[in-house]
């Protein structure tokens, strides 16, 4: 069964991103659900034909991650922003859990904005362990290295050239204030 491409359009007029960028992310989003569903059409026939030993079975099962990885982050990433962002509940179950395990809700703001300003390309997300009842600002790099095993991701934010370079330039801190205020934090809470 096919996965089926969400719509973000109304994303459009997000305040810090123009419609250009989010139109050019919305399509690289679409390439990542068509090549994950041709991955695993082709695959599945592969399964019927017993082509299991073969190199190009255990290739195209690499990269089915990759693509699966990258057309879910982007659905989180692009589900938890908001034309008009929603401010975290102070006195919420996720505020007190970002407390209890980062100090205060400035200093996991202040770690998860420098991940995110680190050098390389990749994914910042904010993810609950939720066998430990933990949360921890995760660096994920290239859609599938760097994922904490059973955790729920909560927060996503891309931190790749296309989810800025247009509007932003190199200027990756402000592309990063711009999500930070576009973040719908009602939508993350629901995640935990």
């Known amino acids: ?6 719509n973000f ?12 960028l989010l139109k050019n992310h919305f399509t690289l989003y679409a390439g990542y659900v068509k090549n994950f569903n041709l991955l695993d059409e082709t695959l599945v026939k592969m399964e019927k034909e017993g082509k299991y030993s073969t190199p190009e079975f255990a290739e195209l099962n690499r990269r089915l991650g990759w693509e699966f990885n990258g057309m ?3 659905e989180l990433y ?4 908001a034309k008009q962002g929603r401010a975290l509940n102070s006195q919420g179950a996720l505020a007190k859990k970002i407390e209890k395990e980062f100090g205060s809700l400035e200093f996991w703001e202040k770690d998860f904005r420098a991940m995110g300003a680190m050098r390389g390309i990749g994914w910042v997300v904010l993810c609950h362990d939720k066998s430990a009842d933990r949360l921890f600002n995760v660096w994920v790099n290239e859609h599938d290295v760097g994922h904490f095993s059973g955790c729920t991701p909560l927060l996503v934010m891309d931190v790749f050239e296309h989810a ?10 402000d ?5 930070m205020n576009a973040i719908d934090w009602a939508s993350v809470e629901k995640r935990l």
């Not at 692009?78 to 922003?81: C, P, Q, V, Y």
């Open 175 to 179: 592309y990063i204030s711009a999500f």
């Open 78 to 81: 692009f589900g938890n922003i």
């Open 1 to 6: 069964m096919a996965y089926e491409q969400k």
């Open 9 to 20: 359009d109304s994303l459009l007029g997000l305040p810090g991103f123009s419609d250009a």
């Open 72 to 74: 879910r982050l982007h």
């Open 164 to 173: 800025y370079i247009l509007d932003y330039g190199l200027k990756r801190a």
